[in-house]
């Protein structure tokens, strides 16, 4: 069951079958925490660090992980970016710009699907992030099998460190992630079944008949059938058809009775004078 | 051409055909800049910022914003949320929690798609996005047709207030981005012709030949059917062969002759030996 293990270990943060994070002479430790907030957040842990330029470890890094202190914790540096991908067997590289390499350039999309393949073959992987602004030197981007771009606006497409890495590994969670696009949500209850609909849309036209609303012969059907139409659009639940049934009964109190001057009066005002009398 | 259009403003930057992301109560200016920066990043322009806790105009905002400036400068400030989604026909809000309300719940790849359609219908879309840390208040969420919920890691699911405003702007942006999965690089050269490959085999099998690699007469077939494999997979480039070529050539120089001792010497050296002599 290879495959349930894997979005197993996604979904709980597991690093057995996930990519690792090389990122490469990083500069600002606050970008190296939250890039580890972004990994966490989505399920990555395995960061390594090449060559960090303020050294390891780094206050800053901590206070912006937010929490995501075990993969900071756990995080191995390396001297250079030939040791720190030794070990791997399919390495990525993220890129802003065209660079003139024999090499496949994937989406971040379609790269996080190709990982899972290559992890799913058993293969260890990991993606190399350059530094802030300079991005990576070309003798980096040789050590990689695929380029990773990120579509993004032409005219302003330069990401923040954290921010590349965020996307990579939201693609990454989201390649393995089941949540259906759309769920209706009914709180705490169900959605009204179509007899208790008819049943409010009855009562609501009795009174809509009796206030006069719908005194207009000829256009009372198209009428009722709007109204109809407006509130079965609104997917109704049983809680929200009982809200409603209320309101509109409270709404017709006036219709109960009039007090002795001939003023309308409230059904409920009636009841407690007639109690009180 | 609606759609071609709204691709357009999409990938220029255009806000005509583009949703409106709405900052409920945000607390840094810090943070109110990388979400400038991330909306531009991904062709949105038109911010809106209700009652920011540290006023507006913020100088944390510009320096986080790293030259998204004209969403910046063009960013509308209101005093609630009721005011800020006036104009707008469909809201949609940001939230990390399980709410009990009545409403759909989309992941931001279906929330994107989702605008993409209503954009297309001309109505005037907005996202909200609730205040660092508490989220929003639920008179607020109240406010939006439906909920964007991102799927993340359940045990450390928080994300920054800009990487939420990036991940949404991203989906929007790839929704109509037509950049393929992958694409094949070859650099300032095309792929080699089978013909040119064969070529390079032959001289290389010629080679292998003559240094005696490939003297095992029974093992040859094979051999150099793996040899060919594996330069076959490399999916070289026409540049590539003639580089490969060239190494052969250098490399099989000491076959030419041998010198005065009985030494191999290499053809350019003992060229120019032959013509110094």
């Known amino acids: 069951m290879a495959g349930t293990d894997?979005?197993?270990?996604?979904?709980?943060?597991?690093?057995?079958?996930?990519?690792?994070?090389?990122?490469?002479q990083p500069q600002l430790g606050q970008n190296i925490g939250a890039a580890a907030r972004a990994?966490?957040?989505?399920?990555?842990?395995?960061?390594?660090?090449?060559?960090?330029?303020?050294?390891?470890?780094?206050?800053?890094?901590?206070?912006?992980?937010?929490?995501?202190?075990?993969?900071?914790?756990?995080?191995?540096?390396?001297?250079?970016?030939?040791?720190?991908?030794?070990?791997?067997?399919?390495?990525?590289?993220?890129?802003?710009?065209?660079?003139?390499?024999v090499k496949p350039v994937l989406t971040a999309r379609a790269a996080a699907e190709d990982m899972r393949r290559k992890i799913a073959?058993?293969?260890?992987?990991?993606?190399?992030f350059g530094p802030e602004r300079m991005g990576m030197v070309n003798d980096d981007l040789a050590l990689a099998d695929a380029l990773i771009r990120i579509p993004?606006?032409?005219?302003?497409?330069?990401?923040?460190l954290a921010q590349s890495v965020l996307i990579v590994a939201y693609e990454w969670f989201q390649s393995a992630d089941a949540t259906p696009g759309r769920e209706e949500r009914f709180g705490q209850s169900e959605p009204a079944g179509k007899e208790a609909l008819?049943?409010?849309?009855?009562?609501?036209?009795?009174?809509?008949?009796?206030?006069?609303?719908?005194?207009?012969?000829?256009?009372?059907?198209?009428?009722?059938?709007n109204i109809r139409n407006m509130f079965q659009?609104?997917?109704l639940t049983e809680q929200e058809l009982r809200t409603l049934h209320g309101m509109i009964a409270n709404l017709t109190d006036w219709r109960a009775g009039t007090d002795e001057l001939g003023e309308p009066v409230r059904r409920r005002r009636l009841r407690k004078a007639k109690t009180e009398s």
Chains 1, 2 share one sequence.
């Open 6 to 24: 894997r979005r197993k270990g996604a979904s709980a943060g597991g690093t057995a079958a996930a990519p690792v994070v090389v990122l490469v």
């Open 39 to 101: 990994m966490l957040n989505c399920g990555l842990e395995a960061l390594r660090l090449v060559a960090p330029r303020d050294g390891w470890p780094n206050e800053y890094a901590v206070a912006a992980a937010s929490g995501a202190d075990r993969v900071l914790d756990r995080a191995e540096l390396f001297g250079d970016t030939e040791k720190a991908v030794g070990d791997l067997q399919v390495v990525y590289a993220t890129t802003a710009r065209e660079r003139y390499m």
């Open 121 to 128: 073959e058993g293969l260890r992987v990991g993606v190399l």
């Open 152 to 160: 993004l606006n032409p005219g302003f497409s330069s990401l923040n």
């Open 198 to 225: 008819l049943n409010f849309f009855r009562m609501l036209e009795h009174e809509l008949d009796e206030c006069g609303f719908l005194r207009n012969v000829e256009k009372r059907p198209s009428m009722v059938r």
């Open 233 to 235: 659009r609104a997917g």
